[in-house]
């Protein structure tokens, strides 16, 4: 079933992030309206590997735990990379039966040097034949929306007007894209010319524009003829983003224990040791972030956040502005 056509327009997907858009931050970002989220970046191949062995060694898995999240969080897509079609009809069967999620999403855009050296993620928009494959594949064996997270091209904005419609016309319920080529990484700004051109070619396909949302206001300017907006960095520190509806210095305060509670309760420890990348994006901005930030890379426990929100200029008080400044 294709859940994309029944989400109200504009769509507000959260893109995937590696080490930040886990199940914590997710449900977060859900929280302030989010429409759709995606895990982060997922490796097919260690899926298929895992299960070659057992079904116990990939729920044992760091794998596995990428993949988990609450019903709270539907609909849920997750991302995997890769580039053989059958590893990816194994990862999808696993996803579909046990996992339940409501998407499959293909990355084409991710432009690590490794992941394109292992011709994985953007290499893949060299070889759009086999991208194409990969979706047939999966369209076959799943009942599972299939979308696609791309760039624009490899080195040029104009190629996406040739290999879009391939991956729509291959099965592609959604097609996500980033204003820029692979080789401009971020590097640069995000033209969104031509994925508005593709909309035009694609009226029946959802198209979501990705790239330099940076506050609420640009999502109403940029969606023009798209179906939606993803949202990737300017939603760190900012869930609210999706929203527009920036809190006040009490009410960051609550958001941000909520998120240490959450994370000690899915994770315990390593939870909170991974909050700390996430208080840094929050405490940017303060007149103290400074100190702020150097206090959150030490975090260890609950006790350590609850120091922190009480850490100079009087954050932690439900009735003070101290401590923000304005953006």
Known sequence: MNFWQQIKKPIKLLAPMAGYTDSVFRSICKDFGADAVMTELISADAIYFALKKSKEKLLKSKTYSLMQFQESERPVVIQLFGKDPE?????????ETELKADGIDLNLGCSVKKVLKSGHGAALLNDIDQAVLIIKSLKESTKLSISVKTRTGFSDQSEILKFGPELAAAGADAIIVHGRTAKQGFAGEADWTNIYKLKEMLPDTIIIGNGDIKKYDDII????????VAIGRAALGRPWIFSGKE?????????IRKQARLAYKMKGKQGIIELRKHLVWYFKGFENALELRKASIMIESLEDVERILHFT?????DSSEAGMVQN
Not at 248 to 253: F, P, Q
Request: proline share 3%; charged share 25%.
């Open 247 to 255: 809190p006040k210095s009490s009410e960051l305060v609550k958001l």
């Open 221 to 228: 300017k940029r969606v023009k003829n798209l179906d939606g």
């Open 313 to 317: 200029s009087g954050v932690g008080s």
């Open 87 to 95: 590893k990816f009809i194994v990862a999808a069967g696993f996803i």
